[in-house]
Structure formats: C-alpha cells, structure tokens
C-alpha cells in the first residue's frame, strides 16, 4: 500500500479542501437566493456540529471547561460574520471572484496582529501588505466597474476572518485546538438559530440537495483545511491554495457559465502572491525560533 510523506498529505487535503469549498460555493451560487443567507450558515453549523459530537462524546464534557469564555464569544462573532458575508457574497457573484478577494485573509491578519496582539512587523510585511491590497482593487476595479454589495460583502468576510484567526491565538495559548472547534460550533448555534427564525423559509424537494451540499462540502472543507496545515509545514500546503480559484473558475463556468476575467486573475494573483510572502516569512521566523531554542519541529 502507498504510504504518502506528510508533505504529499498535507498537499492533497488542502487540494480538496480547496475543491469542496468550491463545491460549497457553487450550491449557494445555484440557490440564488431561494434560501436565505442566515438559513444556509444555521444549517452550516449544525452539520459542523454533528461532525465533531463523536469527538466530544470520547472526551467527555470536561474537555469544554474554560475560563475564557467572553474570548470565545467574541471568536464566534467574528467566525459567524465572516460566514455569513462569504454565503452572501458566494449567491450575489462568480464564485471565482469571491475567493480571490478571500485571498486578503493573511493581509487582514497580520494588520490585525500588529494592532491588536502587539506584535512587530517590518518594512518588508507592511509592503507586502499594501501590494495585496492594490491587488484586491485590482479585483474590485472601483470607478471603472460598479462596486456591488456582494464584493464589499467579500471583503468583510476575509476581515472577519482575520478577526477569527486573531482570537485562536490568543485561545490556543491555554485551549486545545479540538475544545476551541466544538466550543466554537456550540455558541454559534444559538447565535445562528435566533435571527433564521425571522426568515425561515421551507427549501423546496429540488433545494434541499443544495441546502446540505452547501453546508456539509464547507464544513468537510473546513476539516480537510485543518488536517492540511496540520500534516505539512505551510510553505509546503499554502501555494496549493490557489488551486480555489482554478477549481471555482472550472465549476463556474460548468454550471454558470461565468468565467474570472483577465483582472480577476491577475488581482488574485497579486493578492495571493503578497499573502504567501507573509506566510513564508512567519513560517521561516517560527522555524527560526524552534531551532534556536531546541524546540522540536511542529
């Protein structure tokens, strides 16, 4: 039996991590509009939910204490924002497009590390950062093409995420990244139920299938993401991120017929190209660190 290097691994689940989240986009997109946004996210993290319950039942509840839950609170917010404006966004506009913009998730974070977590940048990070954002213009083309909700909505999501990403730090310095997940899944079902209940509408037979498409291929993505960081360095899984865009670009133009322009595909790849010298760079000083302080390699 062929046995894969961690490396190869870790390239293969973010590959389908980055297919199943076009997936994900796609059954939004193929709704349009029929089942409200905040419907789709309620379903979404139900079925997050229903994944990690064996989990849970093996720990036993004592995994869930904490004493930081208003961090945890506030995690969810952000976690729930950014799903909602990126469920918006994926039925408003070509899939394609959507995810170039998400590429500013890394620049968004590091802002927000500066800003918030205290931690020192340099000139290089900061260049880095204002090249992706002239990318994610590039994307918008602001003045030259109308800017719609549906990408002010992408953007959104990609800072709520950074807000998301922001707060794991800070849990993961006393949480298990398994206590963070199914905590996180346990808060935003109330937050997701509540507002869903002043908009419900029943999906209809032909719906239904794309209603539990678009939750249980984001949320198997989701997990498929995590086990990619996790099996390989970044430098190694994070180019392969790009592969989104390709898979979106195939199944947009498959179902919709829409296809990324030219400066779509050139924004994006200022934007990626700007994320991942941020990533490089943070992977490189983190090795840097383990190695000068005899720490073993993650």
Known sequence: MLKLSRSNAGILWMCLAMLLSAMAGASVRQLDGAVPTLELVLVRNIVGLLMFLPWLMRQGVGVIRTSRLPLYCLR???????????FFAWGKMPIADV???????????ILLAVLILKQQTDRQAWAACLIGFCGALIVMRPGVVELTMAAAAAIASALMSAGSNTTIKLLTRTESVGTITVYSNLLMLPLALVPTLFVWVTPTLTEVPWVIGAALFSAVGGLCFTLAVGAADARVVQPFQFTRMIFAAVIGYWMFFELPDFWTWVGAAVIFGASYYIVLREAKERSSYQKSNGLPRP
């Open 76 to 86: 969810v917010f952000f976690a729930y924002t950014a799903m909602v404006m990126l």
């Open 99 to 109: 995810f170039a913009l998400q590429f500013t998730i890394p620049l968004f974070t």
